[in-house]
């Protein structure tokens, strides 16, 4: 691909499942994964926690119609309305929660990760291995994980074009983020040794990273 790194581009389809053109020789995929939905709606969108928010308001309208003129036998439309707009609004958090992992492909190649990503407007993101300085693991008991990756130059994209595959409250630093993938303990090993093959390096301390890989790449 001739995109620069981060670069988002649009595309009416795919030449392979998650890619936008087809990948240049000697470049190979190593994982492909997309997020587990039901695992977006828990830990990304709180879904749980916004049942309880609705469940709570219901009960309060309860109460308020039964300490009333008339009880519940006169104001139970009030009630079955509370009920109904809470419905309405868990299953369109569940909606988003579902589309966005659906419609998102993250791909590992020896080269840099893919990320194809949105809803409405699909686009993708390029991240090569050199220019990632970190990588991290945040694991779920259901097995899922979160891999955000910390940008090792001046270049960032814009956080609200990652939103949701973004490290949460990073808006100086946006940091690019596979979210709620399954089995993310092999993926994330797999991640770094496909960065150290692909650098030629080990372990580096971020403020010396620029002279580490300019390092690698002249030796």
Same mark, same amino acid.
């Given at each position: 691909?001739?995109?620069?790194?981060?670069?988002?581009?649009?595309?009416?389809?795919?030449?392979?499942?998650?890619?936008?053109?087809?990948?240049?020789?000697?470049?190979?995929?190593?994982?492909?994964?997309?997020?587990?939905?039901?695992?977006?709606?828990?830990?990304?969108?709180?879904?749980?926690?916004?049942?309880?928010?609705?469940?709570?308001?219901?009960?309060?309208?309860?109460?308020?119609?039964?300490?009333?003129?008339?009880?519940?036998?006169?104001?139970?439309?009030?009630?079955? &309305?509370? #009920?109904?707009?809470? $419905?309405?609004?868990?299953? /369109?958090?569940?909606?988003?929660?579902?589309?966005? +992992?659906?419609? @998102?492909?993250?791909?590992?190649t020896n080269r840099r990760i893919v990320m194809r990503v949105g809803i409405? &407007?699909? #686009?993708?993101?390029? $991240?090569?291995?050199?220019? /990632?300085?970190?990588?991290?693991?945040?694991?779920? +008991?259901?097995? @899922?994980?979160?891999?955000?990756?910390?940008?090792?130059?001046?270049?960032?994209?814009?956080?609200?074009?990652l939103w949701p595959h973004v490290r949460p409250w990073r808006l100086a630093?946006?940091?690019?983020?596979?979210?709620?993938?399954?089995?993310?303990q092999q993926v994330a090993e797999l991640l770094t040794e496909a960065w150290?093959?692909?650098?030629?390096?080990?372990?580096?301390?971020?403020?010396?990273?620029?002279?580490?890989?300019?390092?690698?790449?002249?030796?």
């Open positions: 691909m001739n995109q620069k790194p981060y670069e988002s581009a649009e595309h009416e389809f795919e030449a392979a499942l998650g890619l936008p053109e087809p990948l240049p020789a000697g470049e190979t995929i190593l994982w492909q994964g997309a997020p587990s939905w039901t695992a977006m709606a828990k830990h990304v969108f709180r879904l749980q926690w916004l049942a309880v928010y609705f469940a709570v308001i219901v009960v309060l309208q309860v109460f308020s119609v039964a300490g009333s003129e008339g009880g519940l036998s006169e104001g139970w439309s009030s009630v079955a &309305l509370a #009920v109904f707009l809470a $419905l309405i609004g868990l299953l /369109l958090i569940g909606l988003l929660a579902y589309w966005s +992992a659906t419609t @998102t492909m993250y791909t590992l409405v &407007l699909t #686009v993708t993101f390029n $991240l090569p291995y050199k220019t /990632l300085r970190s990588a991290d693991l945040k694991l779920y +008991a259901d097995g @899922t994980g979160d891999i955000p990756m910390q940008i090792a130059t001046e270049d960032k994209i814009a956080f609200f074009h630093k946006p940091e690019p983020m596979m979210r709620c993938i399954p089995e993310a150290k093959a692909s650098t030629g390096l080990s372990k580096i301390e971020p403020q010396d990273i620029a002279v580490e890989q300019a390092r690698a790449q002249t030796a």
